[in-house]
């Protein structure tokens, strides 16, 4: 809405104000939202942590007592190396499994993308319960093992399991950005490379993986900043000495009013913000910019049919691996009684019959809620990464560090704020109060998904060389003429990525949806799942409605990446006829 | 953006559909309980209609408190008395005359209603220890009856609890122990029990979810869950060891309501004989308030009105409980829920040790062994600073008045709190470890 609303206002005061820029006043719109919706409420919550808790007054006693306490410096250290280690892993993972469907002739590249993207789709609890079925410690895993070998792994425990987790779940962040990236290199740059004779590893130290560089950072600060302000993990594994659990567990307790949750919060944020500045500084004074386009990226290589199985053999692998939470959701979904054993006792389609009876709502709402987020966060985010890169605006990197901010804000604290803002203003139309209104959910997962939309487009946009937009203009387009013909197009297949990863993860939130869903007609997917996790029998049918909104996720998806091989066959050949 | 119109447009025709006299409740009961309940309230007053909004006990009263201005909730509905409580004392909870007849005033020790009549108990729940059965066969465990039991080393790493700052109910298990037992002993208990623990939960539903996956073997939880559970087809069971709290889950009335004639109906419908006997529905599996709602139970419900049920049960005093009300939670996170790890290490050391010395006469180890213990038991403050309000205020929730001068601030207290115990732990467990080498 707020989309549509800037575009007509650009057309209106670009004639009102000739001297604004029609970036400018964009900039200056989302600027206005971000405040509202985001800083605004923030503030109203996290003030806190400046305030004496007995005189009400300013002051900065808190963050002094938070650098004295012990288990907070211990909790940042550690939060700090789980984070630093997740990357490393979720790296490992992602690495394979782009290089080899990207630069490969290789059968069911959109199947294997789609399926590397699926672990981001953790639904709330379920997903928890599964991992501990199958790797816990009397996961089907560790029974087994101790059955027929006498020994279990930890999978699950200690910061290590944290780690394991968080790799699993976040490294499609890498994958879809990093793919993405490498589609976008110019095959020149690898032919010159070749023909100076780099092959193999050399090619790929030296060349490839350079360029595909803004691309693996993106997703590289998103699992680092993401698993370092995360909770849920840590929660679920009952890891308590870290920072985000820390600040949850403060800021959630009933009647109890510790200010030095507000001071993690405010922490979270700003080292989230600094980490992304440290990014910005690593890239500075590069130029990824390529000018060539739509020629298809890297030219994809034959293998050799030993090369072939062994590839197949590695994207198995790790598919097992970081599919396997979601294989033990299906078995608890058309499981009986799963307790203590490594298979269901039974299974059944009662699970799914309870779920379509009683929940379709959820479903439809969930697609309502998170696709119009989605949408408006892939515009949001492609005309901030235009502001921000293209532009001369004063103060447009702080748009960019607004809008991450995002990712360090706890949904609840998001949510209190929003209650403590909306709630008092009434809308239109007996429409009760802006805070219990069912839009109020969309812009809340807006905000919390608009990092993820945003990375993706920064990424593309970086590897888009300006010289292709000089040419458009110097051949009489427009600047907006210019953006919708040769910037949008260019950057399709990054602002698709960000739609996906916003999309996905807005399906299963949460923390933030909880406080704001006021009735269960016009509640999500992820709260009905919530609604069925209270009770012992409802896991099954939890499960069932996870499967549901992991099987909507990945349906979109993979339409999502025929469209792209689909717009990249189409200008290939014309390209490969030249 | 089309679909955006639709739904706007679609929302529109319900909320102009929706204007009956509607009941809106907020609620940590999960449907299993408000489900029956709303079919049955509908049928026995057909002008009300019951709207069942969801939230967990901390979401619900961040709700009520973020909404006071302009307040559209009329009932809240929840377990953890301590909720209703910090509701009363920021005045969001109504005051409303309310007709329940044959309901005692207390349920064992524990008053049923709040005295000042802001909100009424209308089920009980005890504590209890669940347990997985298959876990317990293929481990050969023994089956722990009393919360002394779980002390013992054979069920090191085979126990979960939540933690009591994370629901009202577990904290009210603490507490019973410590006014059962008295602060040293029950905080003495409390330690070697979670040395025991695999895991202290956030949600006070992870452990009946652990117990019943089957990553735990013993539990710690309030009855309904192991009574649920049991009757879903887990293979759980629950004992009620002999010393247990009873607690009454709640209902009360927002102050302002938005539809206070049906929030009052709805009340006495829950509290009414035929409310009552609700909750004898096997997936909810709660204690009715009710003596006479027991005639109809099924056979083999327990019933706490009963003079068999729970004998030892201790007079729980409120007041006491209400003082340290935070200090205990703050307490209990300090040494054991964020120190789990150093716990268990010193723990499992004091174990080892114990049982390699077990026959042996060797004083030396013996001496090192108790040393250890009373390292690991030792606290950073006694019963009377706890209900010092020097010391209760640093936890209270703040800028209330600044009559009483407090020792420091929470940060700061915790802090010292922490250095001791994590000091305490280690040194207990190089102790043991010494013992264990002789």
């Excluded at chain 1, 029974?143 to 699993?168: A, C, D, T």
């Excluded at chain 2, 008395?81 to 349920?107: H, M, T």
Aim: hydrophobic share 50%; with cysteine; glycine share 8%.
């Amino acid at each position: 809405m707020s989309a549509t609303n800037s575009a007509s206002s650009r057309a209106l005061r670009f004639t009102l104000f000739p001297r604004l820029s029609g970036a400018a006043v964009v900039g200056i719109l989302i600027a206005i939202l971000l405040m509202a919706f985001l800083v605004l409420p923030v503030a109203q919550v996290i003030y806190v942590a400046f305030l004496d808790a007995r005189s009400g007054t300013l002051t900065l006693q808190n963050f002094q007592d938070f650098f004295n306490t012990t288990l907070f410096q211990q909790s940042f250290i550690n939060s700090f190396y789980v984070s630093a280690m997740s990357v490393v892993v979720a790296t490992i993972i992602a690495l394979p499994l782009a290089y080899i469907t990207t630069r490969f002739n290789f059968a069911g590249t959109a199947l294997i993308q789609s399926l590397g993207f699926i672990p981001l789709i953790m639904p709330p609890f379920v997903g928890a319960v599964a991992m501990s079925l199958l790797f816990g410690r009397n996961g089907t895993v560790n029974l087994l093992l101790n059955q027929y070998f006498g020994f279990r792994i930890p999978f699950m425990e200690g910061l290590n399991g944290v780690i394991l987790v968080q790799s699993i779940h976040y490294f499609p962040f890498i994958l879809i950005n990093l793919s993405a990236a490498l589609r976008n290199i110019d095959r020149s740059m690898e032919e010159a490379a070749q023909n100076l004779g780099a092959s193999g590893l050399r090619l790929f130290r030296r060349i490839v993986f350079p360029l595909a560089m803004p691309g693996y950072l993106a997703g590289a600060a998103l699992v680092f900043i993401k698993v370092f302000d995360d909770l849920g993990t840590p929660l679920l594994l009952n890891v308590n000495t870290m920072l985000a659990p820390q600040a949850y567990l403060r800021i959630t307790g009933v009647g109890i009013n510790d200010p030095m949750g507000y001071v993690i919060s405010f922490i979270l944020v700003a080292f989230s913000v600094f980490s992304l500045w440290a990014s910005f500084l690593f890239m500075r004074g590069k130029d990824y910019a390529t000018t060539q386009k739509g020629g298809g990226g890297l030219s994809k290589r034959q293998l050799s049919r030993r090369e072939k199985i062994l590839a197949y053999l590695v994207i198995f692998l790790i598919l097992a691996l970081v599919l396997s939470p979601h294989f033990g959701l299906v078995l608890l979904a058309f499981g009986t009684i799963w307790s203590f054993s490594p298979l269901p006792d039974g299974f059944t389609l009662q699970h799914f019959q309870t779920v379509f009876t009683e929940s379709t709502q959820y479903i439809y709402n969930t697609l309502l809620y998170a696709g119009s987020a989605a949408v408006l966060d892939v515009l949001i985010g492609s005309a901030i990464a235009y502001i921000v890169i293209r532009t001369g605006l004063p103060g447009r990197k702080w748009l960019d560090y607004m809008a991450t901010a995002a990712l360090a804000v706890p949904g609840v604290v998001l949510g209190i704020g929003y209650l403590r803002m909306f709630h008092g203003i009434q809308l239109p139309f007996g429409m009760g109060p802006m805070a219990s209104w069912w839009g109020i959910i969309i812009i809340a997962l807006m905000i919390r998904r608009l990092p993820y939309a945003l990375r993706s487009c920064m990424a593309a946009l970086q590897q888009l060389s300006l010289a292709l937009e000089e040419a458009a203009e110097n051949l009489g387009a427009s600047k907006s003429r210019t953006i919708r013909r040769i910037v949008v197009p260019l950057m399709a297949g990054g602002i698709l990525a960000g739609f996906v990863t916003s999309f996905a993860t807005a399906a299963v939130e949460l923390s933030a949806t909880i406080m704001l869903v006021s009735r269960a007609s016009e509640a999500p997917l992820a709260y009905g799942i919530y609604l069925y996790m209270q009770s012992p029998a409802g896991r099954g049918a939890g499960a069932a409605l996870g499967i549901l909104a992991v099987v909507i996720v990945a349906l979109g998806t993979y339409l999502s990446h025929r469209i792209i091989e689909r717009e990249r066959d189409r200008t290939v050949i014309p390209a490969s006829g030249q | 953006m089309r679909k955006l119109l639709l739904g706007t447009a679609l929302s529109l025709i319900t909320l102009s559909a929706a204007s009956a006299d509607v009941v809106t409740v907020v609620t940590s009961f999960p449907q299993d309980l408000t489900g029956p309940f709303k079919a049955a309230f509908e049928e026995a007053y057909p002008e009300h209609q019951l709207e069942v909004v969801n939230r967990n006990t901390n979401a619900a009263v961040a709700f009520l408190q973020e909404t006071q201005g302009s307040n559209t909730t009329d009932i809240f509905w929840a377990s953890a008395p301590d909720a209703f409580e910090v509701l009363k004392s920021q005045n969001l909870l109504a005051k409303v005359d309310i007709a329940a007849e044959g309901i005692p005033d207390s349920i064992g020790s524990y008053p049923i209603n709040d005295p000042d009549g802001f909100y009424y108990g209308f089920a009980a729940s005890g504590y209890g220890i669940m347990y997985n059965t298959r876990y317990v066969d293929a481990n050969e465990l023994p089956i722990a009856q009393e919360w002394e039991d779980l002390m013992g080393a054979e069920y090191n790493g085979h126990v979960a609890m939540s933690s009591p700052s994370r629901s009202g109910t577990t904290h009210l298990t603490v507490e019973t122990l410590l006014q059962g037992d008295g602060w040293e002993d029950g905080w003495a208990k409390w330690k070697w029990i979670s040395g025991n623990m695999n895991t202290v939960t956030e949600r006070s539903f992870g452990v009946p979810d652990a117990v019943n996956s089957g990553s735990a073997g013993f539990g710690i939880v309030i009855d309904f869950f192991g009574l649920a559970s049991k009757a879903s087809g887990f293979p759980v069971e629950l004992v009620y060891p002999s010393v247990t709290a009873i607690v009454p889950a709640n209902i009360g009335i927002v102050e302002n309501a938005p539809s206070p004639a049906g929030a009052k109906d709805f009340v006495e419908f829950v509290l009414s004989p035929q409310g009552q006997e609700v909750l004898l529905n096997p997936a909810i599996m709660r204690l009715p308030v009710n003596p006479e709602a027991y005639a109809n139970a099924p056979e083999g419900f327990p019933n706490p009105f009963d003079e068999d049920f729970a004998p030892g049960a201790i007079i729980f005093d409120v007041d006491k409980s209400g003082a340290r009300y935070n200090l205990v939670n703050s307490l209990f996170d300090v040494m054991i829920t964020y120190r789990l790890d150093e716990l268990r290490q010193a723990v499992s050391a004091v174990q080892r040790a114990e049982a390699a010395h077990a026959d042996s006469s060797n004083e030396e180890a013996h001496a090192l062994i108790a040393e250890a213990r009373a390292l690991i038991e030792a606290l950073p403050i006694t019963e009377e600073q706890s209900l010092d309000p020097a010391y209760a205020d640093v936890f209270q929730v703040a800028r209330k008045s600044a009559d009483t001068e407090v020792v420091g601030r929470q940060a700061e207290v915790e802090q010292e709190w922490d250095s001791f115990t994590v000091d305490n732990y280690r040194r207990a467990r190089e102790l043991a470890e010494q013992a264990a080498s002789l």
